[in-house]
T-cell receptor, first 116, second 112 residues
Framework: DAGVIQSPRHEVTEMGQEVTLRCKPISGHNSLFWYRQTMMRGLELLIY????????DSGMPEDRFSAKMPNASFSTLKIQPSEPRDSAVYFC??????????????FGPGTRLTVL | AQSVAQPEDQVNVAEGNPLTVKCTYS??????LFWYVQYPNRGLQFLLKYITGDNLVKGSYGFEAEFNKSQTSFHLKKPSALVSDSALYFC??????????FGAGTTVTVRA
């Protein structure tokens, strides 16, 4: 299995530009999570999808952030407009069934975003 | 609310010596506990988890963890550390919902 795939691995952009991060979960998994990692705040859950439906987006910082999951094999996280404080590593993770307490989340390699 | 504390920011050990990374948790209901490892510029890799049953859980790369309900702890251990074990380690807990709460992480350095 290829694991969770994320693209791009690195993104450098200028303030005000739109940024789109992409994720392909593990085949057969029906739960998908987006996290952000920073030195100051550690790992933060941004949004959680189950069966392609957003279940909890309370972690999304503000309206500039949006996420979609049009099908079971693809999700995007978009930031528009981007700001320097959005600079972080963004991880996507998937699991078999998010509802199951015992389920393990498997993480992608992350996208390192730098907003100048 | 659920939370995880990793009381040590850094752990330094010599190769061949035992390695312990500490974790304590707070959660309502039964705890489901996880350890992940992160190597530089990589994603988090799953090491092991405790769901129920035997308090000693064995995982990948020779790691194990001991669940202690009375002390609300889930410490990660390896009997003989390798230089390649140098990485950032995260403990995580899940309670009665889907949310996984992570600790701040512990940087492990194993010197040759």
């Amino acid at each position: 299995d290829a694991g969770v795939i994320q693209s791009p691995r690195h993104e450098v952009t200028e303030m005000g530009q739109e940024v789109t991060l992409r994720c392909k979960p593990i085949s057969g998994h029906n739960s998908l999570f987006w996290y952000r990692q920073t030195m100051m705040r550690g790992l933060e859950l941004l949004i959680y999808f189950n069966n392609n439906v957003p279940i909890d987006d309370s972690g999304m910082p503000e309206d500039r952030f949006s996420a979609k999951m049009p099908n079971a094999s693809f999700s995007t996280l978009k930031i528009q407009p981007s700001e320097p404080r959005d600079s972080a590593v963004y991880f996507c993770a998937s699991s078999g069934q998010g509802w199951t307490h015992t389920d393990t989340q498997y993480f992608g390699p992350g996208t390192r975003l730098t907003v100048l | 609310a659920q939370s995880v504390a990793q009381p040590e920011d850094q752990v330094n050990v010599a190769e061949g010596n035992p390695l312990t990374v500490k974790c304590t948790y707070s959660v309502s209901g039964n705890p489901y506990l996880f350890w992940y490892v992160q190597y530089p510029n990589r994603g988090l890799q799953f090491l092991l988890k405790y769901i129920t049953g035997d308090n000693l859980v064995k995982g990948s790369y020779g790691f194990e963890a001991e669940f202690n309900k009375s002390q609300t702890s889930f410490h990660l251990k390896k009997p003989s550390a390798l230089v390649s074990d140098s990485a950032l380690y995260f403990c995580a807990v899940r309670g009665n919902d889907y949310k996984l709460s992570f600790g701040a992480g512990t940087t492990v350095t194993v010197r040759a």
